[in-house]
């Protein structure tokens, strides 16, 4: 059964760090891409960031490029966004979807199976 769970979402204050972790199981993490999503209250899911299964190959939307940095460890079987710089627009419920194929993208409809989500709050 495939699963994905994600963990570390919070408050942080403005200019704060966040580390996100998902947790895969049920399927060889190796093969597929990962991909981080996130959908704030009144707006549509949108992709952060993902990273493929080949060769790691990475993609970030722009409003985090310089800030978000993603990584995987298949032997562990897990995916991390690493937050840095955060600022209140980042404030949404974060989401790790495991890719139907090995390359990474960031439309939602290549992707079959989501975590249930970690809330992330950024505010002073």
């Known amino acids: 059964q495939v699963q994905l769970v994600e963990s570390g979402g919070g408050l942080v204050q403005p200019g704060g760090s966040l580390r996100l972790s998902c947790a895969a199981s049920g399927f060889t993490l190796d093969y597929y891409g990962i991909g981080w999503f996130r959908q704030a209250p009144g707006k549509e899911r949108e992709g952060v960031s993902c990273?493929?299964?080949?060769?790691?190959?990475?993609y970030y939307a722009d409003s985090v490029k310089g800030r978000f940095t993603i990584s995987r460890d298949n032997a562990k079987n897990m995916v991390y966004l690493q937050m840095n710089s955060l600022k209140p627009e980042d404030t949404a419920i974060y989401y790790c979807a495991k890719g139907i194929y090995y390359y990474c993208s960031d439309s939602p409809h290549l992707y079959d199976y989501w975590g249930q989500g970690t809330q992330v709050t950024v505010s002073s």
């Open positions: 990273i493929s299964s080949s060769d790691s190959s990475t």
